[in-house]
């Protein structure tokens, strides 16, 4: 297991001054790698807790694929988590994907990574990221990997996460009636956020990733999880393959069985109460797969 003292703290500047931290771990033997970043989902975890404690592994288990792989990984936290300054919160998805978009153009400025072959690969709220990242640097990207992120919009999400709390809470019959008042509740706070912005929700709550994924240009890996809570298969599986379909970017989509959206072992709406926090081997698969997909096909 590769440990957060293994890599190389770097300090990127935005746009605006402000700076995000990240971690670059290199594979031995090589002088001159191809590079994944990753971009992390909702919330104000860390990656450098998710590398040191054995409860999370996402980034961990990355890691350890990445470099088995023979691709960099860079794990940069946004703003306002870990030592990354300025406020998440206060951000649309559009401007976490340039922020990245300046991280990748930092990146590659570096003499150890090969500039023309730099992947995003981002989990939950950060696969909307990377899918806005493919819709609009083909120049910069030679690939990317949506994990779990929505095809749909944000207030569908929500919509589908409140319905998940109902069920794991024991009320499902609730969920045919508190679904209209939801979405009348959050088109009133969609329209309200237009005019001001109320929480972190307001900068997101237009956003719909059918009107993205069309013109995605980067040849782009979509991962669905089987029991996902937050993300419903059914839902997002049928529209991704829909909205990419057909067109000429090459794509990718998987279904990993038997887990949740953050692919650990699961049945459909088992709390982590339930369940064993660790990585499952779905998720190794994945993170394996992509990097050898992008390697055979595009590098």
Known sequence: MHKLEQGESVNIKMKDGITLNGHLFKPDGLTEYPLMIFVNGSGVLPYEVDLQEENFYFCSTLLNCCMSEGFALLLVNKRGVGSS??????????????????????????????????????????????????????????????????????????????????????????????????????????????????????????????ETIPNIKVPIYFAFAENDELVPLEHNEPLAQELIGGRSVPYKISIAPGVNHSFARSEKYQTWDEIESKASPELVHLFKDFCRWTRENFL
Not at 105 to 125: F, P
Not at 171 to 195: D, E, F
Not at 198 to 206: A, F, N, R, T, W
Request: glycine share 6%; proline share 3%.
């Open 85 to 210: 300054e300025g406020n998440w919160k206060k951000q649309s998805f559009f401007d976490r994907a340039d922020d990245i978009h300046t991280v990748i153009l930092a990146m590659r400025e570096r003499d150890d990574i090969m500039e023309k072959h730099i992947s995003v690969s981002g989990h939950s709220q950060g696969g909307w990221v990377v899918q806005l990242l493919a819709s609009r640097y083909p120049d910069l990207l030679k690939s990317a990997l949506s994990i779990a992120g929505p095809a749909y919009s944000v207030m569908e999400q929500i919509t589908d996460n409140m319905d998940t709390i109902l069920i794991q809470k024991g009320y499902p019959r609730l969920v045919k009636w508190m679904r209209p008042i939801s979405k009348l509740s959050l088109t009133s706070y969609l329209y309200l956020s237009k005019i001001v912005k109320l929480g972190y929700l307001s900068h997101i709550i237009d956003y719909d990733a059918r």
